[in-house]
């Protein structure tokens, strides 16, 4: 059974950071692409930023380049999301992604991100 299980979320002021982590069981997060989107209230959800498998070339929203770095760690089967100089449109549920040839494979339950002014 494939589960992503994020955690890292949590209340930060503007300006700050926070990382997120989604642990992977039942697939290996090297042979999939990986990604992070997110949802914020009344909106509907949008990629924030991916890693693809092997070579793991990167892509970023316009809205986060610069910002926030993707990254993942093979021994520990994790996959990262550092989010740095936090805005208030950053707040919203984060969602950890798998996708083999396109298609997805598993969804986390979401982890909360708020930002305050």
């Known amino acids: 059974q494939v589960q992503l299980a994020e955690s890292g979320g949590g209340l930060v002021q503007a300006g700050g950071s926070l990382r997120l982590s989604c642990a992977a069981s039942g697939i290996i997060v090297s042979l999939n692409a990986m990604a992070w989107y997110r949802q914020a209230p009344g909106k509907q959800r949008e990629l924030v930023a991916s890693i693809i498998s092997g070579g793991g070339s990167t892509r970023y929203a316009d809205s986060v380049k610069g910002r926030f770095t993707i990254s993942r760690d093979n021994d520990k089967n994790t996959v990262f999301l550092q989010m740095n100089s936090l805005k208030p449109e950053d707040t919203a549920v984060y969602y950890c992604?798998?996708?083999?040839?396109?298609?997805?494979?598993?969804w986390g339950q979401g982890t909360q991100v708020s930002v305050s002014s």
């Open positions: 992604n798998a996708k083999m040839y396109g298609r997805d494979v598993a």
